[in-house]
């Protein structure tokens, strides 16, 4: 029943492309023109950065008569960045660190720094860090710490099948992550200090799904059927959520008093809503044939849903963004194997798991800009937070 259950949460946890979406968030994009000096690998970070991003119409070491001017130099592990406006130094940043390969990171936190002295939209995804576990060997997991591109990677947790890492406080410091050994055990890592701490061990499954502040959403199998449970850190009270007699999974917290989980009860993994006080159960989307991810933020959420019936070759996972407010959906995607959601803290992006035969890629899609990028991977993602 347990290696069911397993089956069961990592294909809604895991199972692009042309994609939709909104609208743009302002007509006329910033003119401007940078100078580049140093390492051709910082510079492809920086072309990436702007890309992905989007908000800007620029050139790169060539002249373009715009009206503003970056002087990026990359020396000695530092990044200086000089701002000109109308040919006048306005503003001088350094950007450094203690190693070579955390580059990625200054040139993220420059960028953003851009995007932020002209007041256009958050992009907060640029200097995120993306913690994920990665398949290795069998019954091998390890889990690593990368900046959204994943040009840098860093291992932080190896040995042993080391599974389903979450943040655990927003300066991304310490996360909570699951071991499975003789029985799953949760664990507190301070990434700063080294320090682990046991939370403590179940029978069946041990995941946590989601964090918002002292409170976890768990899904745990302590008799051999999944149900999600809410955990409070500070009182250390383990609360039962769901009491169905089949499989509730995934869950996530949606606003002050709602979470959405996945759950078989019309027969196959469909998303639903609780209300937390009055404990009334709602399904969610009425699209698909299967439901196996979705994540939540603000009046949103997005929902990974198959839309193929097929027996014999690879069936088509999609994802939709759904607006509680007005019933709406808006189709993210439109072919592949397309899971596990996961929104930008702030709400602007959507990173998700796109699999591909034995290997797996991490895409991003900007949701206003209606644009999507991946960062392919070698070995078989199991699951990120960012």
Same mark, same amino acid.
């Given at each position: 029943?347990?290696?069911? &259950? ?6 809604? @946890? ?9 609208? +743009?968030?302002?007509?006329?994009? $910033? =003119? ?7 390492? +051709? ?15 800007? #119409? ?41 190693? /070579? ?27 995120? =860090? ?12 390890? &889990? ?12 932080? &947790? ?12 927003? %300066? ?15 664990? %507190? ?8 701490? !046991? ?6 499954? @041990? ?18 059927? $999944?149900?999600? /449970?809410? /955990? ?7 609360? !039962? ?10 869950? !996530? ?28 159960? =709602? ?5 698909? %044939? ?33 607006? %509680? #407010? ?32 034995? /290997? ?17 991977? $070698? ?8």
């Amino acid at each position: 029943m347990i290696k069911k &259950i397993i089956i069961f949460t990592i294909t809604a @946890l895991f199972l692009f492309a042309n994609e939709l979406v909104i609208t +743009k968030y302002f007509n006329e994009k $910033p =003119k401007i023109n940078i100078l580049f000096n140093g390492d +051709k690998n910082v510079l492809k970070i920086l072309k990436m950065d702007l890309k992905v991003l989007d908000h800007f #119409n620029y050139s790169i070491n060539e002249d373009n008569n715009a009206t503003y001017r970056f002087e990026f130099t990359y020396v000695n592990k530092k990044l200086s960045v000089k701002y000109f406006e109308n040919d006048i130094l306005k503003i001088q940043r350094i950007y450094k660190s203690n190693s /070579y390969a955390y580059f990625p990171f200054l040139v993220h936190k420059a960028v953003y720094d851009i995007n932020e002295y002209f007041s256009l939209p958050k992009a907060k995804f640029l200097i995120r =860090k993306v913690i994920y576990s990665m398949l290795v060997a069998p019954k091998q997991a390890n &889990i690593y710490l990368a900046d959204y591109t994943l040009s840098y990677k860093k291992r932080i &947790i190896s040995g042993g099948l080391n599974i389903f890492p979450k943040w655990a406080d927003e %300066k991304q410091n310490v996360i909570y992550y699951t071991k499975l050994g003789r029985l799953p055990t949760l664990y %507190k890592l301070n990434l700063l200090t080294g320090k682990r701490v !046991k939370i403590f061990t179940s029978q069946g499954l @041990l995941i946590v799904s989601d964090v918002k502040k002292d409170k976890l959403l768990l899904t745990l199998a302590p008799q051999g059927q $999944p149900d999600v /449970y809410m /955990y409070d850190i500070i009182r250390k009270k383990l609360i !039962k959520l769901t009491k169905y007699k089949g499989i509730d999974v995934n869950a !996530k917290f949606w606003g002050d008093n709602k979470v959405v989980f996945v759950s078989d009860r019309f027969g196959m993994p469909m998303v639903f809503s609780k209300t937390l006080n009055k404990g009334l159960i =709602k399904r969610v989307l009425y699209h698909g %044939k299967n439901q196996v991810g979705v994540d939540a933020y603000g009046d949103y959420l997005v929902i990974s849903t198959r839309e193929t019936n097929n027996a014999f070759d690879r069936n088509t996972f999609n994802l939709f963004l759904v607006n %509680k #407010n007005d019933d709406s959906l808006k189709r993210l995607t439109f072919k592949g194997q397309n899971s596990y959601p996961n929104f930008s803290v702030d709400g602007n992006s959507i990173m998700f798991i796109k699999r591909e035969n034995f /290997y797996s890629k991490i895409g991003i899609i900007r949701l206003n800009e209606n644009k999507v990028f991946y960062y392919p991977l $070698p070995k078989i993602l199991q699951s990120f937070d960012w």
